[in-house]
C-alpha cells in the first residue's frame, strides 16, 4: 500500500487565491482526518469523514475552508479566498473505526502533509 | 482550553538509556490513547497505543504507561537509539468519536551517540 497519498507537497500561492488541497486515503480505511500544524497551535483537527460523510467540522477555522468527500478514495480540502494566515502544514490521515474493539489499534496514518505558503 | 498537554518541549538523553516522555489530559471521558512520532517533513506515524481498561501496553523497546487517576501517560523507550531522535505527539480520544483525537503540542526528543 503506498500509504495516504497527499498533494501538492507545497504550494505558494497568493493571497486571494483559492487553494486546493488533495487526499488519497488507505484502501479500506473508513476514516478521514484534515489537521492544520501551525507553530502557535499545534496539530489541530479540522474535520473527519466517517463513510465519506463529514461528522464534525466545528474545528474549520471559517467560511473560506470547505473540504468534500466524493467518495471513499478521495477527499478535498479547499481554502478560498486564501489569507497569509493560513501558511501551516496541511495533513490528511486516514484509519479504520471502529476498530475489533477496545484493545483494537486504529491509530491514523498520516500523508506526508501539504505545506502552504499564502504571500 | 488544551486537553492534552506534553509540558516538555525537549529532552535530551544518551545513547542506550532510557527516554520518558510525559502527557497529561484534562478530559476524563478520554478513553484511548496513542503516541506518534514524526521526522521533519513527514507526516506523524503512529506507534503505540493503549486503551483505558489497561495500565501498560508494551511493544519492543516502547512501552505506554496510563495513570487514570492522575490523567497521565507516559511512553518509555528503552534502550534509546540515535534513530528515536523526532518529535512525539501524545494523543487522546473517545472510543464513540469515530476515532477522533486531541494532540498534544509535541517533545523533541533527541538521542545523543
Known amino acids: 500500500d503506498a500509504g495516504v497519498i497527499q498533494s501538492p507537497r507545497h504550494e505558494v500561492t497568493e493571497m486571494g487565491q483559492e487553494v486546493t488541497l488533495r487526499c488519497k486515503p488507505i484502501s479500506g480505511h473508513n476514516s478521514l482526518f484534515w489537521y492544520r500544524q501551525t507553530m502557535m497551535r499545534g496539530l489541530e483537527l479540522l474535520i473527519y469523514f466517517n463513510n465519506n460523510v463529514p461528522i464534525d467540522d466545528s474545528g474549520m477555522p471559517e467560511d473560506r475552508f470547505s473540504a468534500k468527500m466524493p467518495n471513499a478514495s478521495f477527499s478535498t480540502l479547499k481554502i478560498q479566498p486564501s489569507e497569509p494566515r493560513d501558511s501551516a502544514v496541511y495533513f490528511c490521515a486516514s484509519s479504520e473505526f471502529p476498530g475489533t474493539g477496545l484493545s483494537s489499534n486504529y491509530g491514523y496514518t498520516f500523508g506526508s502533509g501539504t505545506r502552504l505558503t499564502v504571500v | 482550553d488544551q486537553q492534552v498537554k506534553q509540558n516538555s518541549p525537549s529532552l535530551s538523553v544518551q545513547e542506550g538509556r532510557i527516554s520518558i516522555l510525559n502527557c497529561d489530559y484534562t478530559?476524563?471521558?478520554?478513553?484511548?490513547f496513542l503516541w506518534y512520532k514524526k521526522y521533519p517533513a513527514e507526516g506523524p506515524t503512529f506507534l503505540i497505543s493503549i486503551s483505558s481498561i489497561k495500565d501498560k501496553n508494551e511493544d519492543g523497546r516502547f512501552t505506554v504507561f496510563l495513570n487514570k487517576s492522575a490523567k497521565h501517560l507516559s511512553l518509555h523507550i528503552v534502550p534509546s537509539q540515535p534513530g528515536d531522535s523526532a518529535v512525539y505527539f501524545c494523543a487522546a480520544s473517545l472510543n464513540t468519536n469515530a476515532g477522533k483525537s486531541t494532540f498534544g503540542d509535541g517533545t523533541t526528543l533527541t538521542v545523543k551517540p
Open positions: 478530559n476524563s471521558m478520554f478513553d484511548y
